[in-house]
């Protein structure tokens, strides 16, 4: 089994529409949670940490559900702009070592 | 804050070159660096971490090497490529005793022929 897992997708949404997906991890030990963005060809960027029970930035929400191992992201009002990768990331030591998943792929359609 | 930069952005090497892949931070003192590699389609191998000038952990076993002759520097080699080394290779920062957040530089994509 794979240490964090996703769903590759790709989920396809109407613009102004709410989308969620999860990500789940096997180490149960892990502390710190992240999404990522990524574009096609470009680099990931930061969207979102997770510390505690969850985070919520604008339209983005991330819940953490410790019981069942697996952390979510809700985009609500989709945009165009949306459309991307969205990677999570498990902090797994305290070197600050990520294992990431593979991706859930996003797109938001008009 | 800091900002991570890359060079070369793309790179076609023949199978058997050498590698020499540059990443250089700013913005901020002894960071916490790693080198990742995306392959197409997948999602981040994390290759090399380091902690300080000198100090490279690996994570993978394979035919690529990482130095950080600098704090502020942090440089991936091989000495003989081989095609499966093709591939988005990532460097990433992080502040050293600060949050886990790890930033990411622009990337460089390598083809090997």
């Known amino acids: 089994r794979k240490e964090v897992e996703q769903d590759p997708g790709p989920f396809n949404v109407p613009e102004g529409a709410t989308v969620a997906f999860n990500c789940t991890y096997s180490?149960?030990?892990?502390?710190?949670f992240f999404w990522y963005r990524q574009d096609c060809r470009k680099e990931p960027k930061l969207l979102m940490s997770v510390y505690s029970s969850g985070n919520e930035d604008g339209r983005f929400t991330a819940q953490l559900n410790r019981a069942s191992q697996y952390i979510s992201l809700l985009i609500r009002d989709s945009k165009l702009s949306d459309s991307a990768t969205y990677l999570c990331a498990v902090n797994t030591d305290s070197w600050g070592k990520f294992q990431f998943g593979a991706g859930t792929q996003v797109v938001v359609t008009p | 804050s800091q900002t991570i930069h890359q060079w070369p952005a793309t790179l076609v090497q023949p199978v058997g070159s050498p590698l020499s892949l540059e990443c250089t931070v700013e913005?901020?003192?002894?960071?916490?660096l790693y080198w990742y590699r995306q392959a197409a389609g997948r999602g981040l191998q994390l290759l090399f971490y380091?902690?300080?000038?000198?100090?490279i952990s690996s994570e993978v076993p394979q035919n690529l090497s990482a130095s950080r002759p600098q704090d502020r520097q942090f440089i991936l080699s091989s000495k003989k490529l081989l095609l499966s080394d093709s591939g988005f290779y990532l460097c990433?920062?992080?502040?050293?005793?600060?949050?886990?957040?790890?930033?990411f530089g622009p990337g460089t994509r390598l083809t090997v022929t």
């Open positions: 913005g901020t003192s002894n960071p916490n």
């Open positions: 180490n149960s030990a892990s502390q710190s």
């Open positions: 990433a920062g992080r502040l050293a005793g600060g949050p886990y957040e790890q930033y």
């Open positions: 380091s902690v300080g000038i000198g100090q």
